[in-house]
């Protein structure tokens, strides 16, 4: 015989069960939907039915629960969700079918996720369409609805964040030569998920912009400082291989001949 003997109210609009089965008393911790759901308001004799239907619907419940207070942290995507409830229990159906509730009440939708995400990224974010998808990627979003919503980050917006990142790169002395900044921020705005030839078409036409906070002149001669302390420029081997440094960190062959000259005329006077 399984008799339910007393329900007790605790926090949380939760409630704890105490049933007795053939004089041994267990504990059951349910919500509230359950006490009304399954009519135990008061005590009273339980079928074999009635308590395994509780059993389950109480770790269903609780499955519920523990999601909600995942998901009101911040939005999360379905996979997301799954992760988490896998550190409860392994039951996959059981999963799925709180997962299912959670969508049936509104509480999970990776197409509104996808697409709030996406807003918010044009919106606040100077990233681009690979870094974005690759982040959805990685929260479990399927690849087809990714790609669905990403046709709304059109050319013109990575032309815009491109050309906003240079800006923000140029407000300051860069002390590079001209080719290692290039590729320094080339790198950057791959790594940033733009596309390679919008990439390019950006850092060509900002070209003037980028040498302007760029001083060669100043660069080169310092590097020349350190390396004429180390090799002799009238000597023919030497002068090679100061010129093959200078122009591994990126310098321009024309202003390191121009420069190497004015350093032998120097010596020689």
Known sequence: ??????????????????????????KHLVSENIIIKYNLLTPRELTQNEYKTISL?????????????????????????????????????????????????????DDFYVRTYLNEKLEYDLVGPGYIKEKLILKGV????????????????QYDKINQIIKNETKFKIKKTYQKAYLSLKRKLVTKGFSLNIIESCLISNKEQIK??????????????????????SKYEDKTKIIKSLISKGFDYELIKKKVKEGILYENN
């Open 142 to 157: 399927h690849y087809d609805l990714i790609d669905q919503h990403l046709i709304k980050f059109t050319e013109k917006y």
């Open 212 to 233: 302007e906070v760029i001083d060669e002149e100043s660069l080169i001669k310092k590097e020349l400082t350190i390396l004429t302390k180390k090799y002799d420029l």
């Open 1 to 26: 015989m399984i008799k339910l003997i007393e329900i007790t109210r605790t926090k949380k609009n939760h409630y704890l069960l105490t049933i007795k089965i053939n004089e041994v008393e267990e």
């Open 57 to 109: 619907v109480k770790i269903e419940d609780f499955l519920y629960e523990k999601a909600l207070v995942f998901i009101d942290f911040k939005m999360r995507t379905i996979s997301e969700v799954k992760k988490r409830l896998r550190k409860e229990i392994k039951d996959e159906d059981l999963i799925n079918k709180v997962i299912k509730r959670l969508k049936d009440d509104k509480y999970l939708n």
